[in-house]
């Protein structure tokens, strides 16, 4: 959704407001914070990587 409407609200939490561009670059952000710490694609395993965090925009991985 981020490369159809980037600027679209998805996230609408109190006081903070994220659009899919805004999540997008948070996802792009973790992906390279695991790949900094060796998970990733290529490296001959399959890694699932869960995260849990309260029900609010503010845990969210910055």
Known sequence: MADV???????????????YADIEALANRFAHHLADHGIGPGDGWHWRVATAHHGSSRSLPR
């Open 5 to 19: 409407a980037p600027g679209r609200m998805c996230v609408i939490d109190h006081d903070q407001r994220l659009t």
